[in-house]
């Protein structure tokens, strides 16, 4: 079961992995490219990320445990691949049913605000449980702060992405958000079977809004009226968690 993945991010925008960062005195959607990782050659680049070992979070909801050797770099394209191979953890007494692959650009690559956007195929719907991700997390800062550019809960909204942002406040941080829409595409019921070809997922982040984008359609945005913006430097994750129930 394979998730393949290329990046980039430009400023203001992010693709294949690309970040493009807006230069200061450049009017809005001239972007200046400041980032990307089309995952040419065959070997990943540690410089930008760091695949880990480590037991779900989410235990025992998640089902996964990540290892290095589930992510490899093959034909332009980063593979997470998932299979069954129980693992035991000693730390929580426990053996996860799947093994699966996990990438992240912590403490190497993050940024705030551009334009972010990430070309993938998800993994096939006849698998269920399966729960892809493209997100984003804090570097640093003093409040929680995540935006999740896809999610996919395989088995469920099969013919679904869920794109959002989750922001939990407190005194120090403000108010609290956790705002999820769903959104279906193209509509009209049609299901999609994300796994046949690749699509491109866009965001757009600055400080007045987050906007989602499908292959260039609109979906849907969060403005500075609803909550507060992020705005904390964000490094990405990408992986594919295996859901318990």
Not at 12 to 17: F, T
Request: aromatic residues 16%.
């Amino acid at each position: 079961i394979l998730s393949r993945y290329n990046f980039m991010l430009v400023r203001p925008s992010l693709c294949c992995l690309l970040l493009l960062v807006l230069s200061p005195g450049v009017q809005l959607k001239q972007w200046k490219l400041v980032f990307h990782d089309e995952f040419n050659g065959n070997k990943l680049n540690t410089s930008i990320w760091t695949p880990t070992r480590f037991q779900s979070h989410a235990y025992p909801t998640e089902m996964q445990y990540y290892v290095p050797d589930n992510v490899y770099v093959k034909n332009g394209n980063l593979v997470l691949k998932t299979i069954h191979k129980p693992t035991y953890d000693p730390t929580r007494n426990f053996t996860y049913p799947y093994t699966s692959g996990v990438v992240t650009s912590e403490h190497k690559f993050f940024a705030t605000h551009g334009k972010w956007e990430v070309r993938a195929k998800l993994p096939t719907p006849k698998f269920l449980h399966l729960w892809p991700a493209i997100w984003f997390q804090k570097e640093s800062g003093p409040c929680y702060q995540e935006i999740d550019l896809m999610e996919q809960w395989i088995g469920q909204y099969e013919n679904h992405v869920r794109m959002h942002y989750i922001y939990h406040g407190s005194k120090q941080c403000g108010r609290a958000l956790k705002h999820s829409r769903l959104n279906e595409w193209p509509g009209n019921g049609t299901k999609i079977d994300f796994s046949a070809h690749y699509h491109t997922w866009k965001m757009e982040w600055n400080t007045t809004s987050v906007g989602f984008w499908i292959d260039d359609h609109y979906l849907t945005h969060i403005n500075s009226s609803e909550a507060r913006m992020p705005w904390q430097p964000a490094y990405i994750i990408l992986n594919t968690a295996v859901c318990g129930a």
